[in-house]
């Protein structure tokens, strides 16, 4: 599942964490994320920070470990289509347009 489309014209790291949070939505934690994720820990924290900013991701600590998730405006609807990428929104990314 992908992050709702208003949320898709961000730097393309904030969209991948968006989109692996929102595959996830119990949660994940750096490390996952790193591994879902990939890019370098520098531009990985730097996009953390931007959507914690934002409020787009929250962080939650269990005690145990710390759990990254997607804020609920970032999830779309069941059944919500419009989370899809169009075959031009495919076709512009691959171009980089």
Request: aromatic share 4%.
């Amino acid at each position: 599942m992908k992050a709702k489309r208003e949320f898709r014209n961000r730097d393309d790291t904030e969209v991948a964490v968006l989109d692996a949070l929102v595959d996830r939505q119990d949660g994940m934690t750096v490390f996952e994320l790193r591994s879902h994720v990939a890019v370098g820990i520098d531009d990985l924290e730097d996009a953390l920070a931007a959507l914690k900013d934002d409020g787009l991701i929250e962080a939650d600590d269990d005690g145990e470990r710390m759990l990254i998730k997607p804020d609920d405006q970032v999830v779309p609807e069941p059944g919500d289509e419009d989370t899809e990428e169009s075959f031009f929104d495919e076709l512009r990314d691959r171009l980089g347009l």
